[in-house]
């Protein structure tokens, strides 16, 4: 089982939800008003009445094959807007 | 009396209300105020002036110089994008110059709502129907702007991101804060037409309420203000004069049109302070969108750290002396 951690603008949630859901995930977290630091700036909510947003943190465990699945469509969303996506290993309780 | 003007101006409730906000990061007090409430009062405050703009353009109609002005007020925001297009094409990549010349070519409800304010407290008559310019002056920059990333920065884009009429329709009409202004007239409209009982009932919240959701407001974005500052030394010197002299020239040009339009003193103010004013609400949502080459930091510092406060603080007054000099029948 992977776990895959994605953090990204609130504002390219539904196309991030998009690629998962035509990957087929069995289901995905997703916590918004994420805030923080990028590689360039401060993220934070003090923009949030204009619609900008702060980050969203979607968490997904899935096996590997739907990882792959989804890895292009992903990279290519985050490559363009920015925002970071990691795999790692996840094992169940 | 400019000077007298710029204290009469300082001296009201959302403006103090404003530095109160810029004093709190300075001073590094722990005055915060939870994200959701600034999105809810910036809802309210453009349902608020779209619903009492609709109503005040429901009575004077489309007659006389309605039509005429929402028309010019149209053109304007085709028109300054493209003059601050050429102008920040001297210094920055297309991207950053489309977004930032789309941000100024549309206008900031808050800045125009400020003006309003001033406006009554110096008991000059102005018109309701220029709500309605203000709604119809948001979606054209965004076009313009959007167009100009289209045409003149297609070759630096990647194939899959070439941009598409639906993207560009979606996002300058359908945007969050152009669909509420935009309906919230025509509700304004349509229950002042034929509902009078709705408009009584709306009275308590659109009305009396306004007020102090502005002052509400207008302390977070003091706050918010305040803490875009430091964006400005990122953005470099070029920008931060593009933020302060470009209103100066904008509004200029804003009074000309008036007095051509034969406008009178307050909907000359308006409309100079619309054509002044930067975008910070509707543009950097659909520009993160459609535009993410370009930086953020650069078109919100600009338009929120430097040319609202001088717009509110500095800006309306002056333009207002601009309008008593330039309309000779204003002063």
């Not at chain 2, 803490?227 to 004069?241: D, M, N, T, V, Y």
């Amino acid at each position: 089982m992977k776990r895959l951690d994605l953090i990204f603008s609130e504002r390219e949630l539904d196309a991030i939800v998009k690629v998962l859901e035509s990957a087929g995930v069995p289901g995905y977290t997703v916590m918004k008003h994420a805030t923080g630091r990028g590689p360039e700036t401060i993220v934070s909510e003090d923009m949030e009445f204009s619609g900008l947003g702060a980050n969203a943190h979607v968490i997904v465990f899935c096996d590997d094959e739907i990882i792959n699945k989804i890895r292009v469509n992903v990279r290519s969303i985050l490559s363009y807007y920015g925002g970071v996506a990691y795999v790692s290993e996840a094992t169940e309780l | 009396m400019e000077a007298n003007l710029v204290l009469q101006n300082v001296l009201t409730p959302p403006v103090l209300f404003f530095f109160l906000g810029i004093v709190a990061v300075v001073l590094r007090s722990d005055l915060e105020i939870p994200a959701p409430l600034p999105k809810l009062f910036s809802l309210y405050l453009l349902l608020a002036i779209g619903f009492k703009g609709g109503m005040e353009l429901e009575k004077s109609g489309f007659g006389g110089q309605v039509l005429p002005t929402v028309c010019s007020a149209i053109a304007m925001s085709l028109l300054i994008p493209l003059i601050c297009f050429g102008i920040l094409r001297l210094k920055l990549d297309v991207f950053n110059s489309a977004a930032i010349a789309a941000a100024y070519g549309s206008i900031s409800a808050v800045t125009f709502i400020t003006a309003e304010s001033f406006l009554e407290s110096q008991n000059i008559h102005f018109d309701g129907f220029m709500v309605a310019a203000l709604a119809l002056m948001e979606s054209p920059a965004i076009i313009v702007g959007l167009l100009l990333v289209k045409i003149a920065g297609t070759k630096n884009r990647p194939d899959s991101r070439e941009m598409k009429w639906s993207t560009i329709i979606r996002e300058s009409l359908l945007n969050g804060s152009v669909y509420l202004l935009l309906g919230s007239l025509l509700i304004g409209f349509l229950t002042a037409a034929h509902n009078p009982i709705g408009v009584e009932k709306m009275q308590p919240f659109t009305g009396k309420l306004f007020y102090g959701a502005e002052c509400f407001f207008l302390l977070d974005m003091g706050i918010v203000a305040a803490q875009r500052l430091p964006g400005l030394k990122k953005a470099g010197s070029f920008l931060i004069f593009f933020a302060v002299l470009i209103p100066l020239f904008n509004a200029f040009l804003g009074v000309f049109v008036a007095k051509a339009l034969m406008l009178g003193p307050g909907n000359a103010l308006l409309f100079a302070v619309l054509c002044a004013s930067a975008s910070y609400l509707a543009v950097p949502a659909a520009m993160r969108m459609t535009v993410p080459e370009a930086k953020a930091s650069y078109y919100i510092s600009t338009t929120l750290g430097l040319t609202f406060p001088f717009n509110i603080v500095i800006g309306i007054p002056l333009y207002m002396g601009l309008v008593n000099n330039i309309i000779p029948s204003a002063g």
